[in-house]
């Protein structure tokens, strides 16, 4: 695998932290990154776009302050581009940070 980014980079975000991007072979690539222990994650992909969305879990009013490591597998269908991005759902929306990944 081809690391993507040189290093982990470190969001000031506090439903994200750390991420990276390691190609895979054709079309795919492994993300990892970190979300608060009471947040869950789901994400879509389609067309040369991922949105990997955030959230707290039914309940909670705050994101904890201890991060669990997420890792999964994303592909581009046939798309010579990736285009990810994070959504974060809290009191408000933010789709940041945004990657474009070149095949």
Known sequence: MDLITKKPKTMPYTMLKNFDFRKDTGNQVTSKFQIPTNCEQKTFCDNGEATITITLKDGEKAPANTFQDI?????????????????????????????????
């Open 71 to 103: 890792e999964e597998t994303l592909t581009s269908n046939g798309s010579d581009i990736l285009k990810v991005t994070f959504e974060q759902v809290e009191t408000t929306t933010i789709r940041k940070p945004r990657v474009d990944i070149v095949f």
